[in-house]
């Protein structure tokens, strides 16, 4: 993907799941409609006498949380993978995943926990949903656009 300046829409945004079985080989999910980023931080603070009642602050623990909506598309690599780890627990739902930013940028979970939280239901008209969060699990990697 190029490289993007300025302002963009969402969409190019793009997430991949490790779908080998050595981890390393990406795939992009397909029929992603949405995602949210919440970022879970953690905020040491105290009040010590010589700043005369003014609060200090130290972040001290990070966590991210990216929701997904999709729809389940089936003989997709990546959205059957995801599919799958509705029936796994413990280490079995992990898997790596990357968040690839337009500009280039390329956040890699390595370990990341794929919650699956929809997977198909809905009323009888509406096409499949598959709904997942994934969240960190230990520090990503960033690789900085080139």
Same mark, same amino acid.
């Given at each position: 993907?190029?490289?993007? *300046? =300025?302002?963009?829409?969402?969409?190019?945004?793009?997430?991949?799941?490790?779908? =080998?079985?050595?981890?390393?080989?990406?795939?992009?999910?397909?029929?992603?409609?949405?995602?949210?980023?919440?970022?879970? #931080?953690?905020?040491?603070?105290?009040?010590?006498?010589?700043?005369?009642?003014?609060?200090?602050?130290? /972040? *001290?623990?990070?966590?991210?949380?990216?929701?997904? *909506?999709?729809?389940?598309? $089936?003989?997709?690599?990546?959205?059957?993978?995801?599919?799958?780890?509705?029936?796994?627990?413990?280490?079995?739902?992990?898997?790596?995943?990357?968040? *690839?930013?337009?500009?280039?940028?390329?956040?890699?979970?390595?370990?990341? $926990?794929? #919650? $699956?939280? #929809?997977?198909?239901?809905?009323?009888?008209?509406?096409?499949?949903? /598959?709904?997942?969060?994934?969240?960190? #699990?230990?520090?990503?990697? $960033?690789?900085?656009?080139?």
């Amino acid at each position: 993907m190029a490289a993007t *300046t =300025g302002v963009y829409p969402c969409y190019k945004n793009q997430f991949q799941i490790g779908t =080998g079985a050595d981890g390393n080989t990406m795939s992009n999910i397909a029929d992603c409609e949405t995602f949210g980023v919440a970022f879970d #931080n953690g905020v040491e603070e105290w009040h010590p006498f010589e700043q005369e009642g003014w609060i200090r602050r130290l /972040l *001290t623990a990070k966590g991210v949380t990216i929701t997904v *909506t999709a729809k389940r598309n $089936v003989g997709d690599t990546g959205n059957d993978f995801i599919a799958g780890l509705a029936w796994e627990n413990g280490r079995d739902a992990e898997a790596p995943f990357q968040w *690839t930013f337009p500009d280039g940028t390329k956040i890699v979970f390595n370990d990341a $926990v794929i #919650n $699956v939280t #929809n997977l198909g239901s809905g009323e009888s008209t509406n096409v499949a949903p /598959l709904e997942f969060e994934v969240l960190s #699990n230990g520090k990503p990697t $960033v690789t900085p656009a080139a």
